[in-house]
């Protein structure tokens, strides 16, 4: 905890103070532009890559960057993603997959998960995203069929996202985009996924 604590004393000694005016307004109220969902992976740091801060991005984040379809009881990322829409009214919604995901590892060897019956039942959420993987990348070296993979669930998640109902009638109404990322760990490079052609290409050209 160490760490942790001292970074803390750090924020409220240098951190805090040169942005205090902008976290008193934001202090009881939030109008963020973007829902941002993500995977849990420590080294995805939307912020970081982004150049974003507080009250820019509302962020959902769970292992494999899923969004629940087949559920019947309410989840927390469907029920995150109604709020972002029908309440503060983002403008764009980002689903953020990411290079050596492991719950994407996990998917591909089915190996590892006899310890695991929940992360096991969550990950049938991700099966759709073999359907859609994406051509072998030669840049992406021997992990070029797991990035493929990863990519292919990028893709099922978009799919998924588009199909709740407060976010296609947003869609439609052209008050929301969506937009689906990969995002490499190794280069620091966001892919986008292009829609028309079915194929990722460079966020920045
Ligand atoms: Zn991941």
């Keep these: 905890m160490d760490r942790l604590i001292a970074g803390h004393k750090r ?4 951190g805090f103070p040169a942005k205090r005016h902008q976290y008193k307004l934001l202090s009881d109220r939030q109008a ?7 995977c ?7 912020d970081l890559i982004l150049g974003t801060g507080p009250g820019d991005l509302f962020i959902t984040r769970n292992a494999g960057n899923v969004v629940p379809i087949h559920s019947h009881d ?30 994407m590892k996990a998917a591909l060897d089915r190996k590892g998960l006899e310890k ?24 992406d070296g021997e992990s070029a ?12 998640q978009l799919k ?10 947003e869609v439609g109404l052209g008050k929301l985009t969506v937009h689906g990322w990969y995002y490499d760990i190794l280069s ?18």
């Design 11 to 14: 924020f409220l000694a240098e």
């Design 32 to 38: 963020p532009e973007w829902l941002f969902i993500t």
């Design 40 to 46: 849990s992976d420590s080294r995805v740091l939307p």
């Design 74 to 103: 309410v989840d927390g990322v469907t029920a995150t993603i109604e709020y972002a829409i029908e309440v503060l009214k983002v403008k764009s919604a980002i689903l953020c997959g990411h290079s050596d995901c492991g719950a």
């Design 116 to 139: 695991l019956p929940k992360a096991k039942r969550w990950l049938s959420h991700v099966e759709s995203a073999f359907q859609y993987r994406q051509p072998l990348n030669p840049a």
């Design 145 to 156: 069929e797991l990035a493929s993979l990863i990519r292919g669930n990028v893709v099922a």
């Design 160 to 169: 998924n996202l588009q199909a709740q109902p407060t976010e296609a009638r």
């Design 188 to 205: 620091g490079r966001i892919e986008e996924y292009d829609e028309g052609t079915g194929r990722f290409v460079p966020l920045v050209k």
